[in-house]
């Protein structure tokens, strides 16, 4: 199937007009995309520009492997509708699985070292490359899931997973925190339990989807356990931005006072790892909470204690800084806000976007337009 045709057919899908698919892509990426491009495209007369793929693969929800042709496009199109996990259909994968289960795949040491990479290599590298890996992982272990070790690790690895599954509106993602959860409750260890409940909660709460669910991660987290841990942090911070987003100011300040807290008992070290919340992280997640509060003074004192410890290596964490102040720029009435973030957004290759950063822009747009 030629690259033109899988667009249209994608596109038909949605109901989408070729209009509304380059303005969809503009809206995400700021790009000047016009509906003659995507008439272009489909009509095999020019094929879309690697960046243009990586746009696709945001918008239309597909694994890039299969934009790029690294997966039959035919059979992604028949089998796509039958599966929530699009980049499973790939037979290098079910083989690497079934090999896993007759040959007794890699030992726990070899997993947990496996989550350690992926922790780093999440932070740098861009949601589709990072998804298509674990995707892999994930066919493993799970014919693996027999003691209660590997059952953690496959809980982890599901809230990465979740993290950068490529979707319009983070649905997709929640069903897979769900599953995590229960991963984690099947490997029976209190660690993994909470973790995998406030990273579910943190990642939820700072997009802004699925506010109903933040607060049932963060509370199941907190009922678990008591003791100061990076697991309740991120379910504190998560809570704290559902609440200023439903406009409970009162709560969202008094979670912020108490994630401070957790913070100075629990904070990290490890300065480049998912899992971990050194102070630069944490100050992402305030700097973005107190935009969202409109407390400008402390939103920019959050960003630049932010930057200033920040590695040069993770520019995609320096864009969700300067989106912040985009949206703080919108939510005081600069119409330049949406134009900034936007801008931002743009400056960072396609290939390092996240699912955050285009819910991120959304939250942009929407404040101009309310």
Known sequence: ??????IRDLR????????????????AYGAGLTRECVSRWECHKVEPHPFYLRCLSGVLDVPLAVLEGEVNRRKFISEAAATTIAPLVASDLLSTGFSARLHGGPSADDWEHKLSVYGTDYMSLGASEIQRRIAGELMVVQQQLDNPQLWSVAA?????????FPGSDGNKALDWYRMAVRAADESG?????????GRAAIALGYEGAGLGMVDVFADQAMAISDRPSLGLLNAIMGKAHAAVLRGDKTT????TSKGLAMFDASASYDQTSDYAVPYWRMNIFLSLLFARLGEEKKALESQEAARNELPKTLPRFATHLEMHRGLMLAKSGDKYGVAY??????RLPAEKHSLTLRMLMREVEEVESA
Do not use: E, F, H
């Open 1 to 6: 199937m030629a690259i033109g045709d899988l």
């Open 12 to 27: 038909k899908a949605r109901g989408w007009s070729q209009g509304r698919l380059a303005d969809a892509i503009n809206s």
């Open 156 to 164: 982890r690895l599901m809230t990465l997973y979740a993290k950068t």
């Open 189 to 197: 260890d209190t660690q993994t339990r909470v973790w995998v409940r």
């Open 252 to 255: 969202a300040s008094q979670l």
């Open 341 to 346: 973030a936007r801008q931002a957004l743009y």
